[in-house]
């Protein structure tokens, strides 16, 4: 017989139980989770002064103490590297839609856009071949095992237009006026300092660039996924809106998520 949490979860979930993203939370998964979320603080700690380039940058300002709860929300702890065969699992496709998600994007060749909190690059991949050699992906994360995951697919599909970079938990190192389009996919519930990075993404932002928040709907009891890492479009936007930005589209069409899409709202 199965065990009772098999009985209830198909196997792709309790995965995601192990890996601390989706269902009711174990004293592990959170244990696991603090702990990431103390690596990735130390790991920053020693490397805020190298890109993932390697180009020294000046010396910084030390990253602030993180949130636990913004607007009435209690923030999640980062999602671990060691759980990122999960974001390539073959049924992804079938849960999430992505393919849509890339079409709803309208992604142009020759673009700069960028993925934050890239993870392995399940988005990032998309992107490049979308901005074609004439445009370029910025795969933005804090955690290096990421980055070096992406490297990794990077150089086994021969794809050249993106350079990934290190950021903070607080600063994602983009530069100003830059970016068509910012993504984030299941990302922006784990902020620990979500006003600072909305701040360092307005400002990288080019004018009419948009910031595009794909989080899974906190608002649908059957999307199987953990509550803090669900989000309603109600706490988007409460959160969004007074930090300069205006909602200017949203996409309805993906099984498990929404699809919020940002301008800078210049009032
Ligand atoms: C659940 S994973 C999603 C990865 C990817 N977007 C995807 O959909 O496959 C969340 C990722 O966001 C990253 N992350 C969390 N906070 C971040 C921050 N402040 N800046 C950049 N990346 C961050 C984590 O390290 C992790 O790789």
Request: include cysteine.
């Amino acid at each position: 017989m199965l065990e009772p949490a098999r009985q209830i979860f198909p196997a792709h979930v309790l995965f995601l139980l192990a890996t601390g993203c989706a269902g009711p939370a174990g004293e592990d998964s959170e244990k696991l989770a603090a702990s990431t979320a103390k690596a990735t603080t130390d790991r920053i700690a020693t490397r805020t002064s190298h890109s993932a380039t390697g180009a020294v940058r000046e010396p910084e300002q030390p990253t602030p103490p993180g949130r636990t709860h913004y607007m009435g929300r209690e923030i999640a702890q980062t999602m671990h590297w060691r759980g990122a065969t999960w974001l390539m699992r073959k049924t992804r496709e079938e849960e999430e839609h992505a393919s849509r998600l890339m079409e709803a994007l309208h992604v142009k060749e020759g673009q700069t856009v960028c993925e934050l909190g890239c993870g392995n690059g399940y988005h990032t991949l998309r992107l490049a071949k979308r901005v074609g050699p004439s445009g370029k992906v910025l795969a933005v994360d804090i955690q290096i095992e990421m980055l070096k995951f992406l490297e990794k697919r990077l150089a086994e599909q021969d794809i050249s237009n993106v350079e990934k970079i290190l950021g903070t938990l607080a600063d994602p190192k983009l530069p100003e006026n830059s970016c068509d389009m910012i993504l984030l996919v299941d990302v922006y519930h784990e902020f620990s300092h979500p006003e600072m990075m909305l701040a360092a993404m307005r400002r990288a932002l080019k004018p009419k660039g948009r910031l595009v928040l794909v989080e899974f709907r906190s608002e649908d009891p059957g999307v199987p996924i953990k509550r803090l890492h669900k989000m309603s479009k109600k706490q988007i936007n409460k959160e969004l809106l007074p930090n300069g930005y205006r909602l200017a589209e949203e996409f309805d069409e993906l099984p498990w998520q929404h699809v919020m899409m940002f301008e800078r709202d210049e009032k």
